[in-house]
């Protein structure tokens, strides 16, 4: 199981942030179309789709995922993700629920900013009708800069000042400062480096303007974002998509029904239809392509669920290849570069136990750049302190510094 990212769920109130946790995983986040529905975060996990190395090595019967599923060769790795409860403009000094909800978001590696684009909740949350979701982008941003930049400006002279007496490097003295918003040294350096920062970086001498532009930097490597465009199925919907589109061109965006995935996984549970989460098609008992086998299960539904089913056939499946949640959480994962690494005990079987079974058992979701003993501690602190030695899928010893890349993730640890 991963223990290496957190996925925050961020956005105002009412925007679908609830419904997109049910949608995406097993919690029971209480949904309303009010503001602050959500009152403490909810946690939940959710699955991320990846290719399972047991189809490649012809073990996909035999697969036994400890955590998840593997499905026709597709390993569902579970990943923990965060509702942070709705943020309203103004967030950063006190309005709404304001900092709590900041602070929250110290937990999360990478957000999903749900936006409702039919246009029918106002920027507080409140029903409404012909809203224009665009500025809904920029606001979230904008929250978590005000955030960040107004606790970091407040103390900058002091900052500079010891800055200056120790005779630090600019990196160091700036992750001091972040270090507080679950930040590490590398993306502070990757920051500066965006900046074209070089040392000495002459700290004493920027202006609010060039911290303001840290910060902003910061956000982009500290918090990156994928935008979960939700409520696709609604009349507005369309032309509000596409001013989002021209205006944030080269944001990450991905077209999302939660309503609509919910209500196919509640069709799937009561045997209605045969349906895999993130696919474009569901079969019900009539439907010509639906597997015999399959259809002697299934029950026939009434019109008004065939009218529903339908209607998300046409408006979300056709249109956008599926409800876009199971591809929400695949882009969100993948966008921090996590890497799926199998810790084995035989590399001829791929067992994970001294009798042989347990194929492919045991996976991790690991940064990247992570080494074979980085590898070792965060399986287990005496898997380190033991290390030995570490072999790659071809039996070839590892060292103990080589970087865990997708050629080299199966994995056998030697220890004392």
């Not at 509000?240 to 609509?260: E, F, G, H, Q, W």
């Not at 199998?342 to 347990?358: A, E, I, P, R, T």
Request: charge should be neutral.
């Amino acid at each position: 199981m991963s223990h290496e990212i957190v996925i925050g769920c961020v956005g105002k109130p009412s925007a679908g942030k609830s419904s997109f946790l049910n949608a995406a995983t097993d919690a029971n986040a209480k949904v309303g179309n009010y503001p602050f529905t959500t009152i403490e975060p909810n946690y939940g996990i959710t699955l991320y789709p990846t290719p399972c190395p047991c189809a490649k090595y012809g073990k996909t019967e035999l697969c036994a995922p400890r955590y998840g599923r593997c499905k026709d060769g597709t390993r569902f790795i579970p990943v923990k993700m965060l509702d942070v409860a709705g943020l309203v403009p103004g967030a950063s000094e006190g309005k709404g629920l304001g900092n709590q909800f900041l602070d929250d978001l110290r937990q999360a590696h990478v957000l999903l900013h749900v936006v409702d684009v039919s246009g029918t909740t106002n920027e507080k949350g409140e029903e409404t009708v012909g809203y224009d979701p665009v500025n809904d982008v920029e606001w979230l941003r904008q929250e978590i800069h005000s955030w960040i930049f107004n606790n970091m400006w407040r103390k900058w002279s002091n900052i500079v000042r010891r800055h200056t007496a120790t005779k630090a490097v600019a990196a160091h003295t700036l992750q001091a400062q972040l270090s507080g918003y679950g930040t590490r040294l590398p993306q502070v350096m990757q920051a500066l480096d965006t900046m074209g920062v070089k040392e000495p970086a002459g700290m004493e001498t920027w202006d609010k303007a060039r911290v303001e532009e840290l910060v902003w930097v910061f956000i982009d490597v500290r918090f990156p974002t994928i935008l979960v465009l939700n409520k696709v199925d609604m009349p507005a919907s369309d032309q509000n998509i596409a001013r989002i589109c021209k205006r944030y061109p080269d944001a990450k965006m991905v077209p999302t029904s939660a309503l609509a995935e919910c209500f196919l996984r509640k069709m799937k549970a009561q045997e209605y239809i045969d349906y895999t989460e993130g696919s474009e098609y569901f079969y019900t008992k009539e439907d010509e392509d639906v597997d015999p086998q399959v259809a002697e299960r299934l029950k026939p539904p009434d019109d008004r669920i065939v009218g529903r089913l339908e209607r998300i056939r046409d408006l979300v499946l056709f249109r956008y290849g599926g409800t876009g949640v199971q591809l929400a959480v695949k882009t969100a994962v993948e966008i921090k570069g996590m890497l799926p690494v199998y810790h084995v005990k035989n590399l001829n079987s791929m067992s994970c136990d001294k009798g042989g079974g347990s194929i492919f058992r045991d996976c991790y979701l690991i940064a990247p750049g992570t080494t074979v003993r980085e590898l070792a501690g965060q399986i287990h602190p005496d898997m380190e302190k033991h290390f030995l030695y570490a072999e790659g899928p071809n039996g070839m010893r590892m060292g103990e510094d080589e970087v865990i890349t997708e050629h080299n993730n199966i994995i056998k640890f030697t220890t004392a």
